[in-house]
Nanobody
Framework: QVHLVESGGGLVQPGGSLKLSCRVN?????VFWGNKFAWYRQAPGKQRELLASITGRSTDYTDFVAGRFTISSDNARKSVYLQMNGLKPEDTAVYYCSTRYSGQDLWGPGTQVTVSS
């Protein structure tokens, strides 16, 4: 059974950086490499929004994070990362990793990111 687990969230000051990790358990390497993974976030009272996605070496970003956030993956660790720089208070949210597998959308439990002085 495939499941996702995010980590790396926390409290950071404005202008700071965090690197989120998403460990993908139960997926064979050949499937991991070809699968699309995405990072989303959801702030209190707001809808969940897409931030970035990666398939193999191909990446895509939502306009409002391009240049600040970088998505990457590590096949050996079967993990997907989100490097976030220049964080702002409005980046405060729960961050989720997601992928589609066997016809189902899979989500991790999320990791809280709080940007505050």
């Amino acid at each position: 059974q495939v499941h996702l687990v995010e980590s790396g969230g926390g409290l950071v000051q404005p202008g700071g950086s965090l690197k989120l990790s998403c460990r993908v358990n139960g997926m064979i390497l050949s499937v991991f490499w070809g699968n699309k993974f995405a990072w989303y976030r959801q702030a209190p009272g707001k809808q969940r929004e897409l931030l970035a996605s990666i398939t193999g070496r191909s990446t895509d970003y939502t306009d409002f994070v391009a240049g600040r956030f970088t998505i990457s993956s590590d096949n050996a660790r079967k993990s997907v990362y989100l490097q976030m720089n220049g964080l702002k208070p409005e980046d405060t949210a729960v961050y989720y990793c997601s992928t589609r597998y066997s016809g189902q959308d899979l989500w991790g439990p999320g990791t809280q990111v709080t940007v505050s002085s």
